[in-house]
């Protein structure tokens, strides 16, 4: 009897075990990917004994096995995959961007050198201009 009631399927979880694992609501946000929804259930893994489930239990390259089975670890990977591949792809064109910005930056410096040479140029007319304009006190006092 002890046999028999080891290689019968469990029984669906309910109560709080039925919630361990709620599904979850898929949200797309502008510029961020949808996350995968989890499974409410495992039908394989509820056919299972209880015997079966114990060796699953005890055999990790099993287990990751079982695991990796499910709809919702592949579609985890794709995701993975995906975001891997959108990452190379930004990085690759942040780095073709780099000698651009770094004629830009030259540029940049060269143009703040000359503004700067410029605005002591002006500072130093506009102070020749003021030394030359000062009327003398005695000549402001006649008029």
Known sequence: QQQQ????????????????LPPVVQRQTSGRMTMPSLPS??????????VQLQRLLS???A???????????????TLVDQIKQSNEEKAQKTLDMEPDIETAKTS???QKA????????????????KGKLTVPLSVAQKN
């Open 5 to 20: 009631q080891q290689q019968q399927p469990l029984p669906p979880p309910t109560g709080s075990a039925a919630t361990i």
């Open 41 to 50: 259930s495992f039908p394989e893994l509820e056919e299972l004994t209880v």
């Open 59 to 61: 055999d990790d390259v």
């Open 63 to 77: 287990l990751e096995a079982q695991v990796n089975k499910g709809d919702s670890v592949n579609a985890m990977a």
């Open 108 to 110: 940049l410096d060269e």
């Open 114 to 129: 000359a503004l700067q040479a410029l605005a002591k140029s002006y500072g130093d007319k506009v102070a020749a201009l």
